[in-house]
């Protein structure tokens, strides 16, 4: 493996245990078992080396959200496989749930930063599914950004908050036949 590869595994270590904010460029050096300036050749700071983890880890969330789908499935129970893995891949990546966990308790700003490209990201890559769906006649025509924008935080909202307010978790069946009764049905041609 080479000292760039190696420099990046190390800060996503760091940056998974740590949080951004209490990550150094010493605790990368030491984990990467080299010098501080070594870092340095490669990335002109913690920000920089920041943002590629970060967009490794967007590209590893649209594969994993990309292998959900299947060409055999009708569009609603595809968008509802890529938002339950989008949603899996938020809780078991150590680094995106460390974020969020440092966004809640500090406010860093650059993670914040940092978690709004993320979603853009995932509405974006949604969106680009739903049009696909709309030219393929699978759905009627609508604006595919706000309705990805809608699932995305509709999603959210039942599968990770809905447990902090009520007294019991939807499970998995509950969700996708309440959006497939309201959202999705409103989407069909």
Wanted: aromatic letters at 10%; proline letters at 2%.
């Amino acid at each position: 493996m080479d000292r760039r590869q190696e420099i990046l595994e190390a800060a996503s270590k760091s940056f998974s245990l740590f949080g951004y904010k209490a990550t150094t460029m010493d605790q990368v050096a030491k984990i990467a078992n080299v010098g501080k300036g070594t870092i340095y050749t490669f990335f002109s700071n913690k920000e920089i080396l920041f943002q590629e983890i970060v967009v490794k880890m967007i590209q590893e969330m649209k594969t994993a959200a990309d292998e959900a789908i299947s060409a055999e499935q009708p569009f609603q129970q595809n968008a509802h496989a890529v938002l339950m893995k989008v949603l899996e891949f938020r809780e078991v990546h150590l680094l995106y749930a460390k974020l969020i966990e440092e966004e809640k308790e500090l406010r860093t700003p650059a993670v914040k930063h940092v978690l709004i490209r993320i979603e853009q990201e995932i509405v974006n890559f949604v969106g680009d599914k739903i049009k696909a769906a709309i030219s393929k006649g699978e759905i009627r025509e609508c604006e595919p950004d706000l309705v990805a924008y809608l699932l995305l935080k509709a999603y959210f909202g039942f599968v990770a908050d809905w447990g902090e307010t009520h007294d019991f978790e939807l499970s998995e069946e509950k969700i996708a036949s309440l959006f497939r009764d309201t959202i999705f049905r409103g989407l069909l041609p």
